[in-house]
């Protein structure tokens, strides 16, 4: 069974930094691109970031490219979400999903957590 835990939300004040992590297990974790997409309170799904299978490629949106950094740990079978410079707007259910391939698209997104809540607020 596939199974994907996201962890590291919280509430932090603007300009803070948060790192999600996601913990991966029941499929061959090279096997997949790993992404993270988040959705804010009344609004629609928003892809976040991507990061290829072998971790050579990296995407990111145009909104949180530069403070967001992906990665993936093949010891552990973890991908993570280093969040630098936080602002209001990336207040938002965050998801670990897994992807055949790095995409932007949400509804490319197979296997998805449970999500971890991030609240930027001062």
């Known amino acids: 069974e596939v199974q994907l835990v996201e962890s590291g939300g919280g509430l932090v004040q603007p300009g803070e930094s948060l790192t999600l992590a996601c913990a991966t297990s029941?499929?061959?974790?090279?096997?997949?691109?790993m992404g993270w997409i988040r959705q804010a309170p009344g609004k629609g799904l928003e892809w976040v970031a991507a990061?290829?299978?072998?971790?050579?490629?990296?995407d990111y949106a145009d909104s949180v490219k530069g403070r967001f950094t992906i990665s993936r740990d093949f010891a552990k079978y973890m991908v993570n979400l280093r969040m630098n410079s936080l602002k209001p707007e990336d207040t938002a259910m965050y998801y670990c999903?897994?992807?055949?391939?790095?995409?932007?698209?949400?509804?490319?997104?197979?296997?998805w957590g449970q999500g971890t809540q991030v609240t930027v607020s001062s």
């Open positions: 999903a897994t992807a055949r391939v790095v995409t932007s698209d949400p509804a490319e997104y197979i296997h």
């Open positions: 029941g499929f061959i974790f090279s096997d997949y691109a």
């Open positions: 990061i290829g299978w072998n971790g050579g490629k990296t």
